[in-house]
């Protein structure tokens, strides 16, 4: 449902081509937004059959025609009640790095450090990839960014931690 609500308010700010919602997501939302093109021009087929987006075709100078999306006066509802549903819903996040912190303990502990650390560096390089968005990125994004920057800050000292615990 985020991925409709996320292309459902793109379509609420100006109708665009599929290249142009793709090209947003990529440039602004990347960090925050895992999705595929295929599956955004999936989803906005859904979203027409649906009758939340129209499809028009539209031209800009030589190039080829490329098909439009505009939102519905349904689709201005469904965005309405996916965001209520979507700013009131918790869900717990997943992180698959920690099953390799399960079983650990197959590994050399020093082996096991390095290793940690890699993920620490991983890890301070994303949250200065972050803080260069923050300063390029609309304000709008503010909170979204900030939120990612929290989690990155608890990620390390979780895994300074693990490391001090390893290294014992």
């Not at 979203?47 to 800009?60: A, H, K, P, Q, S």
């Not at 503010?142 to 920057?149: G, M, P, S």
Request: charged share 30%; net charge negative; hydrophobic share 40%.
């Amino acid at each position: 449902m985020d991925r409709q609500l996320l292309l459902l308010g793109l379509l609420r700010k100006q109708e665009m081509h599929g290249y142009q919602i793709n090209e947003f997501i990529d440039k602004q939302m990347a960090f925050c937004v895992d999705l595929k093109r295929s599956t955004a021009y999936y989803l906005l087929d859904k979203l027409c059959r649906d009758g939340y987006v129209t499809e028009g075709v539209g031209r800009e100078g030589n190039r080829p025609e490329r098909r439009i999306y505009r939102i519905t006066p349904a689709g201005e509802e469904r965005f309405y009640e996916l965001l209520r549903e979507n700013l009131a819903t918790y869900q717990a996040p997943m992180y698959a790095e920690d099953i390799g912190v399960i079983f650990q303990h197959h590994l050399p502990s020093q082996q096991t450090a390095d290793l940690l650390n890699e993920r620490r560096a991983a890890v301070v390089a994303h949250q200065e990839e972050l803080y260069v968005l923050r300063n390029r990125l609309p304000s709008n994004h503010t909170a979204v960014i900030d939120h990612h920057l929290l989690h990155t800050e608890a990620e390390l000292r979780w895994i300074d931690e693990l490391i001090a615990q390893v290294e014992r």
